[in-house]
C-alpha cells in the first residue's frame, strides 16, 4: 500500500467513550501532522512530529493525546470529546519538517462524530 | 503574523474556459506558498509550491500558479478549465524566518466548473 492511510475512516462515538485514529505513512517521511477540518473553518494544524519528537503544539486541548511510536506511524488518542470535536481528522506526512519547504501528503482522513 | 486569505467561497467557469483562484498572504520574511486541491471524500492533494526562483509556477493537472510579490498574491490558474477540476483548492502559506513547521491554510475556494 503506498501513500498516507488512515484508519478507521468513519468513527462514532459517545462522550465518555475512548478511542484512537491510526495513520501510517509508506513515504520513508520523517514528519508527520494532524489537523482538523471542520465546515466553513480554514484547516487547523494540532500536532507535528519530526522524527518521532513532538515539535508542534497547537494549543490542543488534553483530551486529545497523539503518539509517534516510529517515524511511519502516529496515533491520535481521544477521550472524552465533546460535540464541537466532531470533524473530519487529517494526517499528513512530509520528507522532512516544513523547513525546507517541504509539501505534504494528506490521508484521506477520519470523519469523526461526537453524540 | 503569517496569514493567508481566499477571498472567493466559490468560482463558477464553463468548462474550456480559464479559470482563476484567488490567494492573498502577509508574512514578514519571504513566504514559502502552497496549492492543495481536496476532492469529495478525500485528502488534500498537492498542486505546486513557491519556495523561491521564478514566479510563475507550474504544477499537476496543467495548474500554474504567479507570485507577486508587490500584491502578496499567489493566484492560481488553468487556460482551459475542465469538469474534473470541480473540488475544493486550498492556499497555504508558510514563514521560514518563524522557527515554526506550522502551515497556515486559507479558507478554501470551491470551484465549480460547467459542461
Known amino acids: 500500500e503506498t501513500g498516507v492511510t488512515q484508519t478507521p475512516r468513519h468513527l462514532v462515538m459517545g462522550m465518555t467513550n475512548k478511542k484512537s485514529l491510526k495513520c501510517e505513512q509508506h513515504?520513508?517521511?520523517?514528519?508527520m501532522y494532524w489537523y482538523k477540518q471542520s465546515a466553513k473553518k480554514p484547516l487547523e494544524l494540532m500536532f507535528v512530529?519530526?522524527?518521532?519528537?513532538?515539535?508542534e503544539n497547537n494549543s490542543v486541548p488534553s483530551r486529545f493525546s497523539p503518539e509517534c511510536p516510529n517515524s511511519s506511524h502516529l496515533f491520535l488518542h481521544l477521550h472524552t470529546l465533546q460535540p464541537e470535536d466532531s470533524a473530519l481528522y487529517l494526517c499528513?506526512?512530509?520528507?522532512?519538517?516544513?523547513?525546507?519547504?517541504?509539501?505534504?501528503?494528506f490521508g484521506p482522513g477520519t470523519r469523526l462524530t461526537v453524540l | 503574523a503569517q496569514s493567508v486569505a481566499q477571498p472567493e467561497d466559490q468560482v463558477n467557469v464553463a468548462e474550456g474556459n480559464p479559470l482563476t483562484v484567488k490567494c492573498t498572504y502577509s508574512?514578514?520574511?519571504?513566504?514559502?506558498l502552497f496549492w492543495y486541491v481536496q476532492y469529495p471524500n478525500r485528502g488534500l492533494q498537492f498542486l505546486l509550491k513557491?519556495?523561491?526562483?521564478?514566479?510563475l509556477v507550474k504544477g499537476s493537472y496543467g495548474f500554474e500558479a504567479e507570485f507577486n510579490k508587490s500584491q502578496t498574491s499567489f493566484h492560481l490558474k488553468k487556460p482551459s478549465a475542465l469538469v474534473s477540476d470541480s473540488a475544493l483548492y486550498f492556499c497555504?502559506?508558510?514563514?521560514?524566518?518563524?522557527?515554526?513547521?506550522?502551515?497556515?491554510f486559507g479558507t478554501g475556494t470551491r470551484l465549480q466548473v460547467f459542461p
Open positions: 512530529y519530526n522524527f518521532k519528537e513532538q515539535t
Open positions: 508574512v514578514s520574511g519571504n513566504p514559502y
Open positions: 497555504a502559506v508558510r514563514d521560514p524566518s518563524y522557527n515554526t513547521d506550522k502551515l497556515i
Open positions: 513515504l520513508g517521511h520523517n514528519a
Open positions: 499528513a506526512s512530509s520528507q522532512m519538517g516544513l523547513a525546507g519547504g517541504d509539501e505534504q501528503f
Open positions: 513557491y519556495i523561491t526562483g521564478d514566479n
